[in-house]
């Protein structure tokens, strides 16, 4: 393996998030009735993790972009299921929480 090619441990997992929440936001499609916005996040969230792994130069304004998206997607979420479902509700929690991880850590860590 190249030294171009090496990742940090913790930038390779803020990078794998992106990768697992999108094959799990699409995996989720049939069971909710396939809503068009779960299918564009788990699009989006796969190339998001593609352009993060190969190195892309555009890669940072899809997380920007991401963080945005993701945030309000969770918290709209968590905000109309309120506390009646404490699954989802944890679920939307934690899925904001871990998208300012990841974007803080791949914006920290980021060499220009």
Known sequence: MSNK??????KL???AFFGVSGIILLACLPLTGFPPHLGFL???????????FSKRSWSI???YFMLI??????LYTLASVGFSNI???????????????????LILKRKD
């Open 5 to 10: 090619r090496k990742m940090n441990p913790v």
């Open 13 to 15: 997992a803020a990078t």
């Open 42 to 52: 788990g699009i989006m969230s796969l190339i998001t993790e593609y352009s993060l």
């Open 61 to 63: 304004w899809l997380v």
């Open 69 to 74: 998206v993701n945030t309000v997607f969770g």
């Open 87 to 105: 699954i989802v509700a944890l679920a939307m929690l934690a899925y904001a929480v871990l998208t300012w991880a990841a974007t803080a850590v």
